[in-house]
């Protein structure tokens, strides 16, 4: 399991260098249903299967108030998303996106490295 965890993260890393193309049938979703729209879809295809849904699911069953955890959810996901929205509006311009991908690329590397290196032995 940590071969295949390591290797993922330097797949990512070397994933994260390649250059996104974005096609023009890729963009007809936010010319037909607008920026919110795209966002929406894309969002819900995104999240739908993670662990926030199914902490969500988990949750609804457990308590009997399903409103609030709907509520309750997407109030929390607002909280974390809001600020990163903000913040990349507000630096997408000014960052250059090469140098993001870089850093994420290299990032993703040395997680790979420390997986396959059991680095985690050493905080034991």
């Known amino acids: ?4 965890l390591g290797g993922s993260f330097i797949v990512m890393a070397i994933w994260t260098l390649i250059p996104d193309k974005i096609k023009e049938e890729e963009t007809q979703v936010a ?3 607008g920026v919110f729209g795209a ?9 739908m299967g993670d662990k926030t849904q199914i902490a969500t699911v988990a949750l609804a069953t457990h308590y009997a108030t399903p409103l609030m955890v ?9 909280i974390a998303d ?3 929205v ?4 507000r630096f997408a311009a000014k960052i250059p996106m090469k140098l993001v ?3 994420a690329a290299g990032i993703f590397a040395v997680m790979g490295l ?7 032995k050493f905080f034991k």
């Open 70 to 78: 709907i509520a309750g959810t997407t109030l929390g996901m607002l």
């Open 1 to 4: 399991m940590r071969w295949i």
């Open 39 to 47: 966002t929406l879809v894309t969002f819900f295809l995104t999240e």
């Open 114 to 120: 420390l997986t396959l290196f059991q680095a985690d």
């Open 86 to 89: 903000f913040i990349g509006n």
């Open 82 to 84: 809001v600020p990163a």
């Open 101 to 103: 991908h870089s850093i």
């Open 31 to 33: 010319k037909h249903l």
